[in-house]
């Protein structure tokens, strides 16, 4: 089993900045993509940044510029930087890997619990 574990959400004003961390921890022989989505009150998940194992970076084009996603391949760990923070960025922001356990299994995705930012105006 592969665990993943978010950190750093909370109560930010507009205009402000935060670090979200998550860490994939347990049965992990390599990871693919790893990535943030995010969930907002009524509205579908959504893609916010994704990078994949080689440093390939995606962003949503509501966030681009004012985001930054990074990983740390020898910690498993993968960061988003979040600055210049609008209240329509508040949402639950779940973390995502895509992992193989062992060589011959295929890829499997895992999510983490989800951490809450909450963007004031």
């Known amino acids: 089993q592969v665990q993943l574990v978010e950190s750093g959400g909370g109560l930010v004003q507009g205009g402000g900045s935060l670090r979200l961390s998550c860490a994939a921890s347990?049965?992990?022989?390599?990871?693919?993509?790893m990535g943030w989505y995010r969930q907002a009150p009524g509205k579908q998940r959504e893609l916010v940044a994704a990078?994949?194992?080689?440093?390939?970076?995606n962003y949503a084009d509501s966030v681009k510029g004012r985001f930054t996603i990074s990983r740390d391949n020898a910690k498993n760990t993968v960061y988003l930087q979040m600055n210049s923070l609008k209240p329509e960025d508040t949402a639950v922001y779940y973390c995502?890997?895509?992992?193989?356990?062992?060589?011959?299994?295929?890829?499997?995705?895992?999510w983490g619990q989800g951490t809450q930012v909450t963007v004031s105006s």
């Open positions: 995502n890997a895509a992992v193989r356990s062992r060589a011959s299994f295929p890829l499997r995705t895992y």
């Open positions: 990078v994949t194992s080689g440093g390939t970076t």
């Open positions: 347990g049965s992990i022989f390599s990871i693919n993509a």
